[in-house]
C-alpha cells in the first residue's frame, strides 16, 4: 500500500509521527520538502537540459570547472530543482543502464563476460553530459555507446550545490537507482 500526505511542517508534532509509526510500522518513509508549496514552477525535463548544456567544457583537465557553471545555476534556485535535477539524472542515468547499452564494454573486457559496474555508469555520465541530443543518439544506438569517456563528477553536481546552498549534507535517494544493474527490464535477455 502507498500513502501520500500532503501537509504544511508546522502540522508536523509527535503525536503525528507516533501514529505514523504505528500504522506503517514496517512501511519505508520518504520526505519530500517543498520549499515553495504554492508555486507552480517546477524543474522541467527541458530545464535539466538547458543547465546540462552549461557545462563548461574549455578546460577539460579540470572536473571542477566543467561542473561549476551547474553547481552556480542551480544554487540560485529554490532547493526543490536541486532535488528534481538529482532525480532527472538518476532517470537519465538508469535509462542507459542496459545491456544493449554494456555490450560495447563486454565485447571490450580482456576477462570475458566481466563489466566494470563502475565504468559503465561513469561512461552513462559521460552520455548525459554531453547533452539532450547525443544522450538521445546512445539511448536509441546502444552499439555507439562511448567505451573511452567518462565523466564521474556529474554525479556530484546536486550534493555539490545542496552543500554550498545550505551548508548542510545533501540526504536524499534519486527518484531511480542508477547503479549498474538496476535497471532489471534493461538487462532481461
Same mark, same amino acid.
Given at each position: 500500500?502507498?500513502?501520500?500526505l500532503k501537509m504544511n511542517i508546522?502540522?508536523?508534532?509527535? +503525536?503525528?509521527?507516533?501514529?505514523?509509526?504505528?500504522?506503517?510500522?514496517?512501511?519505508?518513509?520518504?520526505?519530500?520538502?517543498?520549499?515553495?508549496?504554492?508555486?507552480?514552477?517546477?524543474? &522541467?525535463?527541458?530545464? /535539466?537540459?538547458?543547465?546540462?548544456?552549461?557545462?563548461?567544457? &574549455?578546460?577539460?583537465?579540470?572536473?571542477? &570547472?566543467?561542473?561549476?557553471?551547474?553547481?552556480?545555476?542551480?544554487?540560485?534556485?529554490?532547493?526543490?530543482?536541486?532535488?528534481? /535535477?538529482?532525480?532527472?539524472?538518476?532517470? +537519465?542515468?538508469?535509462?542507459?543502464?542496459?545491456?544493449?547499452?554494456?555490450? $560495447?564494454?563486454?565485447?571490450?573486457?580482456?576477462?570475458?563476460?566481466?563489466?566494470? $559496474?563502475?565504468?559503465?555508469?561513469?561512461?552513462?555520465?559521460? $552520455? $548525459?553530459?554531453?547533452?539532450?541530443?547525443?544522450?538521445?543518439?546512445?539511448?536509441?544506438?546502444?552499439?555507439?555507446?562511448?567505451?573511452?569517456?567518462? /565523466?564521474?563528477?556529474?554525479?556530484?553536481?546536486?550534493?555539490?550545490?545542496?552543500?554550498?546552498?545550505?551548508? +548542510?549534507?545533501?540526504?536524499?535517494?534519486?527518484?531511480?537507482?542508477?547503479?549498474?544493474? &538496476?535497471?532489471?527490464?534493461?538487462?532481461?535477455?
Amino acid at each position: 500500500m502507498t500513502a501520500v500526505l500532503k501537509m504544511n511542517i508546522e502540522e508536523l508534532d509527535t +503525536k503525528f509521527v507516533e501514529n505514523l509509526k504505528h500504522d506503517f510500522a514496517h512501511a519505508e518513509l520518504e520526505i519530500r520538502v517543498h520549499d515553495q508549496p504554492d508555486s507552480t514552477v517546477v524543474f &522541467s525535463v527541458e530545464d /535539466f537540459w538547458q543547465t546540462i548544456a552549461q557545462l563548461n567544457w &574549455s578546460n577539460e583537465e579540470d572536473d571542477a &570547472s566543467i561542473i561549476a557553471p551547474v553547481i552556480q545555476i542551480l544554487m540560485q534556485q529554490p532547493l526543490a530543482y536541486i532535488y528534481r /535535477f538529482a532525480d532527472i539524472l538518476s532517470e +537519465k542515468l538508469w535509462q542507459l543502464d542496459t545491456k544493449d547499452h554494456a555490450q $560495447v564494454f563486454l565485447e571490450d573486457a580482456e576477462e570475458e563476460g566481466y563489466l566494470s $559496474v563502475d565504468d559503465f555508469l561513469y561512461a552513462r555520465c559521460a $552520455v $548525459v553530459a554531453n547533452g539532450r541530443d547525443y544522450y538521445e543518439k546512445i539511448r536509441q544506438n546502444p552499439a555507439e555507446m562511448p567505451i573511452d569517456a567518462t /565523466f564521474e563528477p556529474l554525479l556530484y553536481v546536486a550534493i555539490s550545490a545542496y552543500k554550498r546552498k545550505t551548508g +548542510k549534507e545533501f540526504n536524499a535517494l534519486p527518484a531511480f537507482n542508477y547503479e549498474t544493474y &538496476s535497471n532489471k527490464e534493461g538487462w532481461k535477455k
